[in-house]
T-cell receptor
Framework: DAKTTQPTSMDCAEGRAANLPCNHSTISGNEYVYWYRQIHSQGPQYIIH???NNETNEMASLIITEDRKSSTLILPHATLRDTAVYYCIVRSAFGNEKLTFGTGTRLTIIP | DTGVSQDPRHKITKRGQNVTFRCDPI?????LYWYRQTLGQGPEFLTY????????KSRLLSDRFSAERPKGSFSTLEIQRTEQGDSAMYLC?????????????FGAGSRLTVL
C-alpha cells in the first residue's frame, strides 16, 4: 500500500472549517483513500473514503486532486468534539486486507 | 447494533502472567482484525480472520501471542508470559467482505498494563 504523509499537528478555531491535508504521491490506480479519526482513549472511527471523485457525508468532505497524489479532509464547522488524531490511509481495493496506520495529524479545536 | 465489543477494557498484570482479551464483532461481519497501539503511535496490525480462518499474521505477533476465532464469531487474543513491552492498547475491528472499499469498525480497545 502507498505511504501517506500528514502534518504532525494542526489547530483550528471552533466553528471554522478544518482542512487536513494528506500527501500520497505514490498512490496507484486501484487504491482508495480512507480517513479515520481517534479521539483520546477510544478506538479509531471511520470518517470517509474515496477513489477518484470528491466525496461528502454527514461528517466531512474529501477532496482528491485530479492526479490523486494528495487529498484534503474538510470538517466544515469544527467543534471541540472534533479534537482528535486524524489518519489518512491508502489501501488497495484488492488483495491486502489490512489498513496500515501512520502517526496521523493531531487536530486541536480551539474555543 | 451494539458495535464491536471488547473485554476487559483495562487489565493490569504482573510480568510473566498470561492475559486474554475477547472481541465480539458486529454480528454480520465475518472479518475480524486485531491491532496494537502504543502511546503516540498509530495502530499496528497484528492479525486478521475471515470467519474462523486466520489469514494473515504480522511479524509483531510473536510466539507468545495467539489469536483464535473458533466459531467464526467472537475472537480471543492471548498473551503468554507478558513482558513490560506488551503494555499497549489492543484494538479489535470487524468488517464485511467486500471487493473495493472495506470499512473497518473498531471497538473501544483493551488497555494492558504490565508491571
Amino acid at each position: 500500500d502507498a505511504k501517506t504523509t500528514q502534518p504532525t499537528s494542526m489547530d483550528c478555531a471552533e466553528g471554522r472549517a478544518a482542512n487536513l491535508p494528506c500527501n500520497h504521491s505514490t498512490i496507484s490506480g486501484n487504491e482508495y483513500v480512507y480517513w479515520y479519526r481517534q479521539i483520546h482513549s477510544q478506538g479509531p472511527q471511520y470518517i470517509i473514503h474515496g477513489l477518484k471523485n470528491n466525496e461528502t457525508n454527514e461528517m466531512a468532505s474529501l477532496i482528491i486532486t485530479e492526479d490523486r497524489k494528495s487529498s484534503t479532509l474538510i470538517l466544515p464547522h469544527a467543534t471541540l468534539r472534533d479534537t482528535a488524531v486524524y489518519y489518512c490511509i491508502v489501501r488497495s481495493a484488492f488483495g491486502n486486507e489490512k489498513l496500515t496506520f501512520g502517526t496521523g495529524t493531531r487536530l486541536t479545536i480551539i474555543p | 447494533d451494539t458495535g464491536v465489543s471488547q473485554d476487559p477494557r483495562h487489565k493490569i498484570t504482573k510480568r510473566g502472567q498470561n492475559v486474554t482479551f475477547r472481541c465480539d464483532p458486529i454480528s454480520e461481519h465475518n472479518r475480524l482484525y486485531w491491532y496494537r497501539q502504543t502511546l503516540g503511535q498509530g495502530p499496528e496490525f497484528l492479525t486478521y480472520f475471515q470467519n474462523e480462518a486466520q489469514l494473515e499474521k504480522s511479524r509483531l505477533l510473536s510466539d507468545r501471542f495467539s489469536a483464535e476465532r473458533p466459531k467464526g464469531s467472537f475472537s480471543t487474543l492471548e498473551i503468554q508470559r507478558t513482558e513490560q513491552g506488551d503494555s499497549a492498547m489492543y484494538l479489535c475491528a470487524s468488517s464485511l467482505p467486500r471487493i473495493g472499499a472495506n470499512v473497518l469498525t473498531f471497538g473501544a480497545g483493551s488497555r494492558l498494563t504490565v508491571l
